[in-house]
């Protein structure tokens, strides 16, 4: 089983910068595409980025294309995302999300019904 922790939410002015993390247990999840996305209130969950298994295919959403990074750690089982030029639209509960499969572990997915694990999610608040 996976045990996905997200971490590095907190409250920023517009302009201002965060890093998630997102530590996995249970299982190495190196053969694994994994994805970052996120819930506003009153609406539904969003992809924001995705990437392959060794990194080499990553997706952003146009609405943060450029503003954020995700990369990986395989040494520490861990899914970074860097998040820059923060804005209040940014505002939502972001989640991490791993996928075994193999389409999702060679191109990464960006479809959230293909991910069977998935972390508690963290509040990333951006204020004007």
């Known amino acids: 089983q996976v045990q996905l922790v997200e971490s590095g939410g907190g409250s920023v002015q517009a302009g201002g910068s965060l890093r998630l993390s997102c530590v996995a247990s249970?299982?190495?999840?190196?053969?694994?595409?994994m994805g970052w996305f996120r819930q506003a209130p009153g609406k539904e969950r969003e992809v924001v980025a995705s990437?392959?298994?060794?990194?080499?295919?990553?997706y952003y959403a146009d609405s943060v294309q450029g503003r954020f990074t995700i990369s990986r750690n395989h040494a520490q089982n861990m899914l970074l995302l860097q998040m820059t030029s923060l804005k209040p639209e940014d505002t939502a509960v972001y989640y991490c999300a791993a996928s075994g499969d193999y389409t999702c572990s060679r191109y990464g997915c960006n479809t959230d019904s293909v991910y069977p694990y998935w972390g508690q999610g963290t509040q990333v608040t951006v204020s004007s």
């Open positions: 249970g299982r190495t999840l190196a053969s694994y595409g």
């Open positions: 990437i392959n298994w060794n990194g080499g295919q990553t």
